[in-house]
């Protein structure tokens, strides 16, 4: 089974009903079949609950949406050596360097981006929702 990581912009895009939220709503619904395996960076559950609360302002339903989506994805942790190895890699943006180097330690085939050319150096390839689809 193939294993993917779902960058932020992917969630944001299927929870807001953005642009390509149906692409992003085919995604989750192959991991939530277990067709696909995938994978969030810790600091992404982080980072979408400020987003969530924010917009919300409902800290029930934040924390409904983060469960499930935990329920859906297996959570990669962000440690030290993450952090380290990500000031070292090919990527520039440190953001998506952690990203990219946390789908190498955990074994992830694919990165699935809005924003692949942020990924343009990653050592996993990197695919919008529409290109890993058509796949």
């Known amino acids: 089974m193939k294993k993917i990581l779902i960058d932020l912009n992917i969630l944001l895009d299927f929870l807001n ?3 390509y939220h149906e692409e992003a709503a085919s995604l989750i619904n192959l991991c939530t079949e277990k ?3 995938g994978y969030l960076c810790a600091h992404e559950i982080t980072t979408l ?3 969530l609360f924010k917009e919300q302002r409902d800290k029930n339903k934040v924390i409904h949406t983060l469960a499930l989506l935990m ?3 297996a959570v990669i942790p962000v440690d030290e050596s993450i952090l380290r190895d990500s000031l070292i ?3 520039t943006d440190y953001e998506d360097a952690v990203i990219e180097v946390s789908s190498i330690k955990a074994g ?3 990165i699935i981006s ?3 050319s942020d990924f343009r ?3 996993i390839p990197a695919h919008t929702p529409e290109q890993f689809l058509l796949m």
């Open 108 to 110: 992830v085939d694919y």
């Open 35 to 37: 067709k696909l395996t």
């Open 89 to 91: 890699s090919p990527i």
């Open 49 to 51: 609950s400020y987003f």
């Open 17 to 19: 009903k953005r642009h």
């Open 114 to 116: 809005r924003n692949i």
């Open 121 to 123: 150096n990653s050592r």
């Open 71 to 73: 329920d859906i994805f």
